[in-house]
């Protein structure tokens, strides 16, 4: 008579299969998309928010969520980057009040720009 070995073990394996792809589907979701106070993402060749508003004394933070590097540069020469590597951050403390246009040195049709009040 057989038993039902062959069964149970192929339960146990279903269920190992099961239980794995739902660690691993859990563990894999996607940060938010919307960058927060104070922060401006570089993602889809583009900094997010393109315009951002703030008060002197703000520290601004970049956060490159792109697949290659990217700059965070001043085009009066105020602050510059150098390369951000994807996932990578830039900060910058804004002391003054004005509007700080800036771009990205490797993608210079990137732009955007910081006001500060």
Known sequence: ?????????????????????????????KTSDTPGTNEVYIQGMAFGPSTITVTVGTTITWTNKDGVAHSVTSNTALFDSGPI?????????FSTAGTFPYHCMVHPDMTASVIVN
């Open 1 to 29: 008579m057989k038993t039902n070995t062959f069964s149970k073990s192929r339960i146990v394996v279903i269920t190992l299969f099961a239980l794995s792809i739902f660690i691993i589907t859990s563990s894999c979701k």
């Open 85 to 93: 590597n994807s996932n990578g951050t830039y900060s910058h403390l």
